[in-house]
């Protein structure tokens, strides 16, 4: 199982950090995704670290802003989100998949957690 938290509403410009605690399986023998889905928008990836080799990779509109990172003893993924932007705004799930490294295709991953909602607005 995977459990998203850390939501809620900050001003633009503010920061929040999402957490993705994991149960059942070893974190570090899966490669882990955010995604986010805004209101009437297609969910899509946003970062993701490997379970190669501990890589990350983001989508272009959160690079220099987000940060992904694993803490395995305690199988809890982050992610950072700093400069926060109204249209940062939706609801965050992190998944994970087995095989292979990392994605921002939604498709590849197995697992999904329920999302938690960040709100950007003054």
């Not at 998203?4 to 410009?13: H, T, Y």
């Not at 989100?81 to 940062?88: A, H, I, R, T, Y």
Request: with cysteine; proline share 2%.
């Amino acid at each position: 199982q995977l459990q998203a938290s850390g939501g809620g509403l900050v001003q633009p410009g503010g920061s929040l950090r999402l957490s993705c605690a994991v149960s059942g399986f070893t974190l570090d023998d899966y490669s882990i995704g955010w995604f986010r889905q805004a209101p009437g928008k297609e969910r899509e990836g946003v970062s993701c670290i490997s379970r190669l080799d501990d890589s990350t990779h983001y989508a272009d509109s959160v690079k220099g802003r987000f940060t992904m990172s694993r803490d395995n003893a305690k199988n809890t993924v982050y992610l950072q989100m700093n400069s926060l932007k109204p249209e940062d705004t939706a609801v965050y799930y992190c998944a994970a998949r087995s095989a292979g490294g990392s994605s921002l295709n939604l498709n590849n991953y197995n697992y999904w957690g329920q999302g938690t909602l960040v709100t950007v607005s003054s």
